[in-house]
């Protein structure tokens, strides 16, 4: 076993992870803008636990998106870049 390797993992970037980052992005920002909307557009129309609920799925949701884009970047770095098809809607 190399350095770096972990229970039989190497530090090799899997070929979908490029791509599967790259398409979790849209409907995570999606999500984003939603509880956004949800939390900001008519508070005085939530009730309080509603108003926290919606407030604890905004934070994890940044956090996830903080990890996306931190992988992406990482991605990124190393030269990996999505496929040129993988920005494609899928029905």
Same mark, same amino acid.
């Given at each position: ?27 995570? @920002?999606? =999500?984003?803008?939603?509880? &956004?909307?949800? %939390?900001?557009? *008519? ?29 992406? @970047?990482? =991605?990124?770095?190393?030269? &990996?870049?999505? %496929?040129?098809? *993988? ?5």
């Amino acid at each position: 076993m190399h350095a770096g390797a972990v229970d039989g993992c190497t530090n090799a970037t899997p070929a979908w992870l490029p791509d599967a980052l790259h398409r979790l992005s849209q409907p995570l @920002t999606a =999500l984003q803008c939603v509880l &956004h909307l949800g %939390a900001h557009g *008519a508070p005085q129309m939530l009730p309080d636990g509603v108003r926290q609920t919606i407030e604890d799925a905004m934070t994890q949701c940044d956090r996830m998106a903080d990890i996306v884009a931190a992988m992406r @970047t990482k =991605l990124e770095a190393e030269g &990996h870049t999505p %496929a040129p098809d *993988a920005a494609r809607l899928e029905h």
